[in-house]
Nanobody, 124 residues
Framework: QVQLVESGGGLVQAGGSLSLSCAAS????????MGWFRQAPGKEREFVAG????????YYADSVKGRFTISKDNAKNTVYLQMNSLKPEDTAVYYC?????????????????WGQGTQVTVSS
């Protein structure tokens, strides 16, 4: 079993930055590729960023490419999402997730464990 706890959300003005963290406990962190998803009010949850099965390749949604960076620290059992040049349309609840399943990191159906989410609000 894996437990995931996100932190770092908050309110920021457009153009600002936030860094999210996701602390993992339970099974060895590095065994499961991690990803970030988000859900805006009235919308479906969508992929934001994630690691390949090997952990050596990162993937991003087109909407965040060049602005967001996913990284991990296996020693700390933590995955990060650095968000720069934030826009009002980035406002959402952000979730980290871990998967035991191979396949595209962009499909939430491939993820087995989810955090509780952290709110990110970007004001214009």
């Amino acid at each position: 079993q894996v437990q995931l706890v996100e932190s770092g959300g908050g309110l920021v003005q457009a153009g600002g930055s936030l860094s999210l963290s996701c602390a993992a406990s339970g099974r060895t962190f590095s065994s499961y590729p991690m990803g970030w998803f988000r859900q805006a009010p009235g919308k479906e949850r969508e992929f934001v960023a994630g690691f390949s099965w090997s952990g050596s390749i990162t993937y991003y949604a087109d909407s965040v490419k060049g602005r967001f960076t996913i990284s991990k620290d296996n020693a700390k059992n933590t995955v990060y999402l650095q968000m720069n040049s934030l826009k009002p349309e980035d406002t959402a609840v952000y979730y980290c997730a871990a998967r035991k399943t191979r396949g595209t990191p962009k499909d939430e159906a491939n993820y087995d464990y989810w955090g509780q989410g952290t709110q990110v609000t970007v004001s214009s």
